[in-house]
């Protein structure tokens, strides 16, 4: 017995658990990689728009928060949109949530700016209950009509960000960090261009 508890053995077992709890629990992974992202890594690549690029013709992408409100992007013509694919149980999603918060608190009442929050999954009842537990206030949305694929491939998170002409400025898929001060800047930039 005593062959089984050696030093070695023990920090072995205890690798292996935290493994396994990393690798069963997503809210494990989620912190793990929120760790990963206080340190620097998982920055979102941001790159001007190339002058001359055409706005999007954005009516007609609709999404629907939980009393039923339906908001097209084409009506939201003249603001920054910053739009993000989460899940409940995508732990990527989960780990850039506090970021996404943080950047959300910023800006919650600056009208230049609008927040899309779209459940995958589109449960609203489970979204929402995710937010309130951690106090966030984010509006969440469901998806109520067709996304063009070259917006959203089906890749859990993706984040968009439309500047205030309706030109697509950010696509990327996977966590990051979007309250660092560079993506800060970033949205500064978007804001700060005439329509």
Request: aromatic share 12%; charged share 20%.
């Amino acid at each position: 017995m005593k062959e089984m508890m050696t030093k070695k053995n023990i920090v072995n077992a205890v690798f292996i658990a935290l493994f396994l709890v990393i690798l069963f629990m997503p809210s494990a992974k989620a912190f793990l990689m929120q760790g990963l992202m206080e340190i620097g890594l998982f920055k979102p690549k941001t790159a001007p728009i190339a002058k001359g690029t055409p706005p999007a013709d954005l009516s007609g992408i609709k999404f629907e928060d939980k009393t039923g409100k339906v908001t097209d992007l084409g009506s939201l013509k003249g603001k920054v949109i910053f739009i993000n694919f989460w899940a409940t149980w995508c732990p990527p999603c989960l780990a850039e949530m506090p970021s996404i918060n943080k950047l959300y608190e910023q800006y919650k009442n600056d009208k230049d700016v609008v927040f899309i929050m779209v459940d995958a999954d589109s449960d609203l009842a489970k979204a929402q209950q995710y937010m309130d537990k951690r106090s966030y206030q984010m509006p969440v949305y469901s998806v109520a009509s067709n996304i063009p694929e070259n917006l959203f491939k089906g890749a859990l998170p993706t984040t968009i960000v439309f500047d205030k002409q309706g030109r697509l400025s950010y696509n990327e898929s996977g966590a990051a960090n979007y309250s660092s001060s560079k993506f800060i800047e970033f949205i500064e930039q978007l804001k700060g261009l005439k329509i």
